[in-house]
């Protein structure tokens, strides 16, 4: 019998796949909480719980060109559907395969919505990182098409996204600058990130600006948003946060803005809860406001 051994090289929580040199990682969480959205038409229910289960796969290995990695992340739902939601290959700066773009970047809290709803699609991209500074350039295929001012993924044509990348720390100060280009809409997109260590925790700023509808920002055609993550203790912190949304839906004049609050305290290890309350102002003739939030309890692994 062959024993598994713990491998060391890459970190804590990898063992040996046996009978290979292949170092292998597994990871995850299961989720339950219950959402609230006055606007939920669920049989008329203004509140709705979720159960997820979430499985991380990390393989690596030792090769002339660096660390050779695979990722595989599988989720599934209390609906009964397991969907894959990222499989991709790294090795010396490069990723390719089924991931998240760097849309899916956003500020700590639950407030923000800066990203597009569309992040996760074949992507090759490379990045340069330095420590205190990283570029890199991505090609995204969309495989998207506009219905009005969501992007829906039908897989009906074979346009591409690029993405160019520039970030960096100095000292407790960190940033991202995103421009994309969306080659099926024409359309593009720019958006920055800034995070500063201020007194007892964290403060971040990002901004937007749309040219247009396209896949990587179709929620208005600029807005800005801000947030404090405030450590109280080791375990606990409190985040509020708000955003402003200019000319929402491409709709000149039309001013939405948003602002909340998210908690979380980690209540053993391994175990940690999360909440957050979000009050939406629309800026829409007989349009309500919006109240939305959620009650998290996961258990990571």
Excluded at 92 to 105: H, M
Excluded at 162 to 178: D, H, R, Y
Aim: with cysteine; proline share 2%.
């Amino acid at each position: 019998m062959e024993y598994v051994r713990v491998c060391d090289a890459f970190g804590t929580g990898y063992f040996y796949i046996p009978g290979t040199e292949t170092c292998l990682k597994i990871g995850g969480y299961v989720r339950t909480q219950i959402e609230y959205n006055k606007n939920y038409t669920r049989a008329g229910a203004d509140w709705d719980p979720l159960t997820r289960g979430y499985l991380t796969f990390e393989a690596k290995s030792d090769t002339e060109f660096g660390a050779l990695t695979g990722f595989i992340n599988l989720e599934t739902n209390d609906d009964g559907r397991t969907h894959l939601d990222g499989a991709w290959i790294n090795i010396a700066g490069f990723d390719v395969g089924y991931l998240y773009n760097w849309w899916d970047d956003g500020l700590s809290g639950e407030t923000d919505s800066i990203g597009s709803d569309t992040t996760l699609a074949n992507e090759a991209r490379y990045t340069y990182d330095a420590g205190s500074f990283r570029v890199g350039a991505a090609v995204t295929e969309l495989n998207s098409t506009d219905d009005g001012y969501q992007l829906v993924d039908v897989g009906t044509n074979d346009d591409v996204g690029v993405s160019g990348l520039v970030g960096f720390t100095l000292g407790g100060v960190t940033g991202q600058f995103i421009g994309s280009y969306d080659a099926d809409a024409e359309e593009g997109a720019v958006r920055a990130i800034l995070t500063a260590d201020v007194g007892p925790g964290t403060l971040g700023f990002a901004a937007v600006y749309s040219t247009d509808p396209n896949y990587f920002y179709d929620n208005a055609e600029w807005a800005v948003a801000a947030e404090y993550k405030i450590q109280a203790t080791e375990k606990f912190f409190i985040t509020p946060a708000a955003q402003f949304y200019g000319d929402y839906n491409f709709e000149s004049g039309r001013n939405d803005w948003k602002v909340g609050v998210t908690a979380g305290y980690q209540i053993t290890e391994g175990l940690r809860t999360v909440a957050t309350v979000n009050y939406r102002d629309r800026d829409v003739r007989n349009a309500d406001d919006v109240w939305t939030g959620f009650l998290r309890l996961q258990r990571d692994f």
